[in-house]
């Protein structure tokens, strides 16, 4: 069972000030893919959860990547992504503690009112897509193929905490 993350957890965009969970969550819901950059997991499911999470850009969402490290880290680890999708630093993995995750990486819905709407840890793409789909049917939006063609196989994933 998920934790509800504090609405103190801060979270730094990649070039920008950084703000608490709550309020980057006073206007839209987050939906975020949370990667240990450190592993080579989290670089296995980059371009899937790139691909998934750009299916809603345009939703009424907040995407995001939370990266597990420096600004300049993450900024290394994300590459091009940075430019498509909003990518955070978290360096001290605030919300992966916040959330009481086990594994990364995880997908996950966070409501305005900081609950925790669905989560997936490690790629499973049959839980990953659930989230997804639950996300597209709150947003009426279209959901993304999961899993699509040069997805990974699934895997466990690794210790959320380090």
Not at 146 to 151: E, F, V
């Amino acid at each position: 069972m998920p934790t509800n993350p504090s609405g103190d957890v801060v979270l730094k965009p990649l070039g920008h000030p950084a703000h608490t969970l709550q309020e980057w969550l006073c206007t839209f819901h987050l939906a975020a893919v949370i990667l240990d950059p450190y592993t080579y997991e989290s670089a296995w499911i980059l371009e899937t959860a790139g691909r998934i999470l750009g299916n809603f850009d345009e939703a009424d969402c907040r995407v995001a990547f939370v990266v597990t490290a420096s600004e300049d880290q993450a900024t290394q680890f994300v590459g091009p992504w940075k430019e498509e999708i909003l990518c955070f630093a978290d360096p001290d993995r605030g919300l992966a503690r916040g959330l009481d995750l086990q594994a990364l990486p995880a997908f996950v819905h966070i409501a305005h009112d900081l609950q925790v709407v669905a989560l997936a840890e490690g790629w499973n793409p049959a839980e990953w897509r659930e989230v997804a789909d639950n996300l597209a049917k709150m947003m009426a939006w279209t959901e993304p193929l999961i899993p699509a063609q040069g997805d990974p196989a699934p895997f466990a994933g690794t210790p959320a905490l380090g």
